[in-house]
């Protein structure tokens, strides 16, 4: 079992900068993706980046491109999201998730285990 804690949401205005952060514990997630996904009320939950067990291929949502940037610190059993020039559509709960697989993979079913989500409010 591995569990997930995001941490780092809050409210911020539109133009500014937040950097979430996801911690595991109860197993090392170096061998899983990892990966960034939102949902606000009424939609479906919707993917935003992933990263690669070793970091090395990212992947990001054409709504973030250029703006959001995925790591992982391997030795901290952590993963971010810098999230920069923030956008009010940019408002919802973000949840980190891990899975034991290849590449930086998009969909969530994906990944095997999710965080409790961390809200982030962009105001304008």
């Known amino acids: 079992q591995v569990q997930l804690v995001e941490s780092g949401g809050g409210l911020v205005q539109a133009g500014g900068s937040l950097r979430l952060s996801c911690a595991a514990s109860?197993?090392?997630?170096?061998?899983?993706?990892m990966g960034w996904f939102r949902q606000t009320p009424g939609k479906a939950r919707e993917f935003v980046a992933a990263?690669?067990?070793?970091?090395?291929?990212?992947r990001y949502a054409d709504s973030v491109k250029g703006r959001f940037t995925i790591s992982r610190d391997n030795v901290k059993n952590t993963v971010y999201l810098q999230m920069n020039s923030l956008k009010p559509e940019d408002t919802a709960v973000y949840y980190c998730?891990?899975?034991?697989?290849?590449?930086?993979?998009?969909?969530?079913?994906?990944?095997?285990?999710w965080g409790q989500g961390t809200q982030v409010t962009v105001s304008t």
């Open positions: 998730a891990t899975g034991p697989v290849t590449g930086a993979p998009l969909v969530a079913t994906a990944y095997d285990f």
């Open positions: 109860g197993r090392t997630v170096n061998n899983d993706a």
């Open positions: 990263i690669s067990r070793a970091g090395v291929t990212t």
